[in-house]
């Protein structure tokens, strides 16, 4: 079994700071990229920042310059520094992990729970 778990969402003025992290744990051989999505009030799901397993990264235009993403030394644990918060960050964030298990030969998504971000005018 392989999951997915996500910490440090909460309630934030305009302009703070929060950090979420997302651990995979499980039957793992390798994970190829990890990754964090949104999807705020009224609105599409989107992909926030991803980063592979060589530490390449893609940024969403709308948090480039404020948000962060990187891996841990473990390489199963992902972070998302988030600064300069704006009302329109508010949104359930959720972690995903590309992942080949063990005993098989394809790789799969995977997903958080999913973590409620708040940021207040």
């Known amino acids: 079994q392989v999951q997915l778990v996500e910490f440090g969402g909460g309630l934030v003025q305009a302009g703070g700071s929060l950090r979420l992290s997302c651990t995979a744990s499980g039957l793992i051989l390798s994970i190829n990229a990890m990754g964090w999505y949104r999807q705020g009030p009224g609105k599409q799901p989107e992909v926030v920042e991803s980063?592979?397993?060589?530490?390449?990264?893609n940024y969403a235009d709308s948090v480039k310059g404020r948000f962060t993403i990187s891996r841990g030394n473990a390489k199963n644990t992902v972070y998302l520094q988030m600064d300069s918060l704006k009302p329109e960050d508010t949104a359930v964030y959720y972690c995903?992990?590309?992942?080949?298990?063990?005993?098989?030969?394809?790789?799969?998504?995977?997903w958080g729970q999913g973590t409620q971000v708040t940021v207040s005018s």
């Open positions: 995903n992990a590309n992942i080949l298990r063990v005993g098989l030969y394809t790789r799969y998504d995977y």
């Open positions: 980063i592979t397993s060589g530490g390449s990264t």
